[in-house]
């Protein structure tokens, strides 16, 4: 079995979101309110409520705590640095794609250096050569051709998503070497990535709490990290013509009085 289950249900739940969002609707008095990235609103909150107050709570969340706690740090850095070096040659391709030939480059020189030298990615010897991590998603690729993220999906027990995101996911998968990893393997480097980055946002998690809706924090907040890595970290500023249009007339009334 070369994929794991994890991505199988995500495949699954992909197909089935695109076949509900013909005929998902949101009801007749909301339809102003509709957020247009969201037309799965109906069935995603559920998904996030399943997802931050049981999956979360009673599972990811005590899960990254003991593993965080009781892995010794320097295991928890070489086995994070494995997991992803996974992806390195997938990060090669999608930067060509892109033309980003020196993120090719430098990720070619990184996958070589640290699988052989660094000991299969334990160690991160490409670093100290200023060789940074660039990793790209097929999803970054599609967005840079104009390919917009598509309905907002929240995947049970995993959390945001979109479907631009879960076709890029799809396609990652296929290249070489995370398309010939078996089931364990992958389902370990899976597990090390998501303990992580729940560590990661540990941090944060305070102000999902006193939002007063963490189904729209967290659905904002996804596409604006989206946004941020699309445009490697420079994001266009977005003008809201209304804002703008209200501003206009507020300096010409000044202009007036003056």
Not at 119 to 133: C, E, H, I, V
Not at 154 to 164: E, H
Request: charged letters at 20%.
């Amino acid at each position: 079995m070369k994929t794991s289950a994890v991505r199988f249900f995500q495949t699954f739940l992909l197909l089935i979101s695109v076949v509900l969002s013909g005929c998902s609707t949101l009801p007749a008095t909301d339809e102003s309110l509709a957020d247009p990235k969201d037309p799965l609103e109906v069935i995603n909150r559920p998904f996030w409520t399943f997802t931050w107050d049981y999956a979360d709570r009673y599972v990811a969340k005590p899960a990254s705590e003991l593993y965080t706690s009781y892995t010794p740090p320097f295991l928890r850095t070489g086995l994070y640095n494995m997991a992803l070096n996974l992806n390195e040659p997938a990060s090669i391709i999608n930067n060509l794609l892109q033309l980003k030939l020196t993120h090719a480059a430098k990720n070619t020189g990184r996958f070589i250096l640290n699988s052989t030298i660094g000991l299969f990615g334990f160690y991160d010897p490409a670093s100290d050569f200023g060789w940074t991590s660039t990793q790209e998603e097929f999803g970054e690729v599609l967005g840079t051709y104009g390919i917009s993220d598509g309905p907002y999906l929240v995947v049970p027990a995993l959390g945001p998503s979109s479907v631009r995101e879960e076709v890029g996911d799809y396609v990652d998968g296929l290249y070489w070497p995370l398309a010939v990893i078996d089931f364990w393997p992958n389902l370990v480097r899976l597990g090390v990535v998501g303990l992580e980055k729940r560590a990661s946002i540990r941090d944060q998690e305070q102000l999902l709490v006193e939002s007063t809706d963490p189904y729209e924090f967290i659905k904002n907040a996804y596409f604006q990290n989206m946004n941020y890595r699309l445009y490697d970290g420079s994001p266009p500023i977005e003008i809201n013509e209304d804002e703008e249009a209200e501003i206009d007339a507020l300096l010409e009334e000044f202009e007036d009085i003056d």
